[in-house]
């Protein structure tokens, strides 16, 4: 019997748990706030963002929204994060990618201060990443590895697949597998037999950005599947990166889309602005 890895159900005990900190936190004097950046009006950025604010006011993390338009300037960004920064209510900052293509997103990255920095995207976080000594876990490879987890699979000693190699998803993914003792193969568009390498995987993750690129004969029997992928082929129909019922024959363990991975970022940038707060000792707006 595959069993349904639900990121939904799993991020809503995580959310229940967080509120009992929120409080613990609110207590000692400590009010978690997370300022989200959006500039444009990509539609899907505008729901993500949408989510990340539910999400907030659910815990009990203040939320502050910039909402710009896509005529920002990146000097007029950049002196926002400024500001940003050196707010003592704000406890983290996350700048929504992508951003307009007249936006430099190295520049703006690196203007977060890395305290900050929920998302750890920034050079000094990703070195952190890198030696296993870190404050902030990359949010979508932080979820995955508690959909892993969930599966009920030791990663020690198995062979991880990761099929996409992203600065946000893919690199990252593969230092948390590594420094859960898992073997990493990292595949992309110039792997040649990519199908013999997904094959292999114990654990396959799928983070190409392509609809139901894995398909049923790339997945291993008995294997657990994970599918970062989020794609509208149609007004109203998303499907993963995973061709999801032929891989559920065949799979283990499988994330459904939606209601698998993505839920699981959310609860993990939840968990990053708690950690902040505590980092940065963030005071309420109101004081
Ligand atoms: N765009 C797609 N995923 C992400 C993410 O995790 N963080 C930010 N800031 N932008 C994104």
Redesign the pocket.
């Given at each position: 019997m595959t069993k349904l890895l639900s990121g939904k159900a799993v991020s809503a005990r995580i959310k229940e748990e967080m509120k009992e900190q929120v409080k613990a936190l609110k207590e000692n004097g400590i009010y978690p706030g997370l300022a989200v950046i959006l500039v444009g009006d990509d539609p899907a950025?505008k729901v993500?963002v949408r989510n990340k604010k539910l999400a907030c006011e659910y815990i009990g993390i203040n939320s502050f929204e910039h909402l710009l338009p896509d005529t920002t300037t990146q000097e007029e960004l950049v002196k926002l994060i400024d500001k940003l920064n050196k707010d003592a209510s704000v406890s983290g900052i996350?700048?929504?990618?992508?951003l307009p293509e007249h936006i430099d997103e190295d520049a703006v990255i690196n203007a977060i201060d890395p305290k900050k920095d929920v998302?750890a995207?920034h050079p000094v976080n990703v070195g952190k990443i890198m030696t296993g000594n870190y404050d902030f876990v990359p949010?979508?490879p932080a979820g995955v590895m508690e959909l892993i987890k969930e599966s009920g699979i030791d990663v020690a000693g198995k062979e991880c697949v990761i099929v996409g190699r992203s600065n946000?998803v893919g690199k990252p993914m593969a230092m948390l597998l590594l420094h859960s003792n898992g073997t990493v193969t990292i595949c992309h568009s110039k792997t040649r037999s990519l199908a013999d390498k997904t094959r292999n995987a114990d654990i396959l993750i799928a983070a190409v950005g392509i609809p139901e690129f894995i398909k049923g004969d790339m997945v291993k029997p008995g294997a657990v599947v994970i599918d970062v992928g989020i794609n509208r082929i149609a007004p109203k129909v998303l499907v993963g990166d995973v061709e999801f019922d032929a891989a559920q024959n065949v799979a283990a363990a499988i994330t459904p889309v939606p209601g698998g991975v993505g839920p699981m970022?959310i609860a993990m940038l939840m968990k990053n602005t708690l950690k902040a707060a505590q980092i940065n000792k963030t005071k309420n707006k109101a004081e």
């Amino acid at each position: 019997m595959t069993k349904l890895l639900s990121g939904k159900a799993v991020s809503a005990r995580i959310k229940e748990e967080m509120k009992e900190q929120v409080k613990a936190l609110k207590e000692n004097g400590i009010y978690p706030g997370l300022a989200v950046i959006l500039v444009g009006d990509d539609p899907a950025s505008k729901v993500y963002v949408r989510n990340k604010k539910l999400a907030c006011e659910y815990i009990g993390i203040n939320s502050f929204e910039h909402l710009l338009p896509d005529t920002t300037t990146q000097e007029e960004l950049v002196k926002l994060i400024d500001k940003l920064n050196k707010d003592a209510s704000v406890s983290g900052i996350l700048c929504q990618l992508p951003l307009p293509e007249h936006i430099d997103e190295d520049a703006v990255i690196n203007a977060i201060d890395p305290k900050k920095d929920v998302d750890a995207f920034h050079p000094v976080n990703v070195g952190k990443i890198m030696t296993g000594n870190y404050d902030f876990v990359p949010c979508t490879p932080a979820g995955v590895m508690e959909l892993i987890k969930e599966s009920g699979i030791d990663v020690a000693g198995k062979e991880c697949v990761i099929v996409g190699r992203s600065n946000i998803v893919g690199k990252p993914m593969a230092m948390l597998l590594l420094h859960s003792n898992g073997t990493v193969t990292i595949c992309h568009s110039k792997t040649r037999s990519l199908a013999d390498k997904t094959r292999n995987a114990d654990i396959l993750i799928a983070a190409v950005g392509i609809p139901e690129f894995i398909k049923g004969d790339m997945v291993k029997p008995g294997a657990v599947v994970i599918d970062v992928g989020i794609n509208r082929i149609a007004p109203k129909v998303l499907v993963g990166d995973v061709e999801f019922d032929a891989a559920q024959n065949v799979a283990a363990a499988i994330t459904p889309v939606p209601g698998g991975v993505g839920p699981m970022t959310i609860a993990m940038l939840m968990k990053n602005t708690l950690k902040a707060a505590q980092i940065n000792k963030t005071k309420n707006k109101a004081e």
